[in-house]
């Protein structure tokens, strides 16, 4: 059976980043608390940027946040936070981090 696409997909994503994720993740239930803070923390960097600009980081912001295991991200020292906040491969926005202006 072939996957029927949206408009969006058909005229713009065909072949990129947006088309597994249509086919994997878009508008299916999150049962697990990890993925479930995994697309929080993504959506919250998205704020202001394109969700491909997301989709194109967000394999490394799982190996940057230990694949969002909540336990181990609770946990974070400073010293881990503001490694992330050096990270390229990331969005780095000390707004979007809860660091605030300090």
Same mark, same amino acid.
Request: positive net charge; charged residues 35%; aromatic residues 8%.
């Given at each position: 059976?072939?996957?029927?696409?949206?408009?969006f997909i058909r005229e713009?994503?065909?072949?990129t980043v947006? &088309?597994?994720?249509?086919?994997?993740? $878009?508008g299916y239930p999150?049962?697990?608390d990890n993925l479930l803070f995994a697309r929080l923390v993504l959506?919250?960097?998205?704020?202001?940027l394109s969700w491909e600009t997301i989709l194109k980081k967000k394999d490394h912001f799982f190996l940057a946040y230990?694949?969002? &295991?909540?336990a181990?991200?609770?946990? $974070?020292?400073?010293?881990?936070?503001?490694?992330?906040?050096q990270d390229p491969?990331?969005?780095?926005?000390?707004?979007?981090?809860?660091?605030g202006d300090s």
């Open positions: 059976m072939a996957t029927t696409y949206c408009e713009k994503g065909k072949g947006h &088309e597994q994720y249509h086919d994997t993740e $878009y999150i049962h697990d959506e919250i960097n998205q704020a202001g230990d694949q969002f &295991e909540i181990k991200v609770a946990k $974070y020292s400073d010293k881990k936070k503001e490694k992330l906040l491969g990331i969005i780095r926005n000390r707004l979007k981090s809860g660091g």
